[in-house]
């Protein structure tokens, strides 16, 4: 299997429910990154991880939490979501993932996730 | 920080119809662009990319994009479109320095090209 592969495809969640999205690269690249995709509106970037840094964007809930135990994996933790959290959740990875990573992102399906 | 404008939301075309999609880009200093496009169902994939050099880039399935510094843009061309071209368009800088190396993606546009 190659690329960028995420799971699940969907998930519908209650308000009080825990789940989590999983990620999975296989293109040996140390960057990987979460994006939200809602309709109408840019792309927004959640976290990244290199092996450099981790950078966390600071407007983003403490009901998402990110977990990356290797450069090929990536989780998405997910606790007390809202409704206005459903979207469409993407995974993608780059080679470098460094200041001066000037390599293209390879993007996962994504996680359509409904939050009830 | 640098922001991304696309300013077409929704394009309609009828085939063989040439396309140009609007990008401009706030920040000043060096950037890299980028194209991505998404086919009904399926991944975000790279349609193109500018680094440096000889700002006229080519990418897959006939597309061209132009960077003109002056004015900030990145614009994606298609002289002659088909049905299959019917996807969502986004553009994306990376800038350097002082600005995120993150890429920071446009709002993008829907075109849908009527056989």
């Known amino acids: 299997e190659t690329g960028v592969t995420q799971t699940p495809r969907h998930l519908v969640m209650g308000m009080t429910n825990k789940k989590s999205l999983k990620c999975e690269q296989h293109?040996?690249?140390?960057?990987m990154y979460w994006y939200k995709q809602s309709a109408k509106k840019p792309l927004e970037l959640m976290f990244v991880?290199?092996?450099?840094?981790?950078?966390e964007n600071n407007s983003v809930p403490s009901r998402f939490s990110p977990e990356c135990p290797n450069s090929s994996h990536l989780f998405l933790h997910l606790h007390t979501l809202q409704p206005e959290d459903s979207a469409l959740y993407l995974c993608?990875?780059?080679?470098?993932?460094?200041?001066?990573?000037?390599?293209?992102?390879?993007f996962g399906p994504g996680t359509r996730l409904t939050v009830l | 920080a640098q922001s991304v404008s696309q300013h077409n939301h929704h394009v309609i075309l009828s085939e063989a119809a040439s396309l140009e999609l609007g990008c401009n880009y706030s920040?000043?200093?060096?950037?890299?662009l980028f194209w991505y496009v998404q086919y009904p169902g399926q991944h975000l994939q790279l349609l193109l990319k500018y680094f440096s050099g000889d700002p006229l880039v080519k990418g897959i399935k006939g597309f061209e994009a132009e960077f003109i510094k002056s004015k900030f843009s990145f614009n994606l061309r298609k002289p002659s479109v088909q049905w299959s071209d019917t996807a969502e368009y986004f553009c994306?800088?990376?800038?350097?320095?002082?600005?995120?190396?993150?890429?920071?993606f446009g709002r993008g546009t829907s075109l849908i090209v009527h056989p």
């Open positions: 991880y290199s092996l450099e840094e981790r950078v």
């Open positions: 920040y000043g200093g060096t950037v890299n």
């Open positions: 993608a990875s780059s080679r470098g993932g460094g200041r001066f990573d000037t390599d293209t992102q390879y």
């Open positions: 994306a800088v990376k800038a350097y320095p002082g600005g995120s190396y993150i890429p920071t």
């Open positions: 293109l040996g690249h140390n960057a």
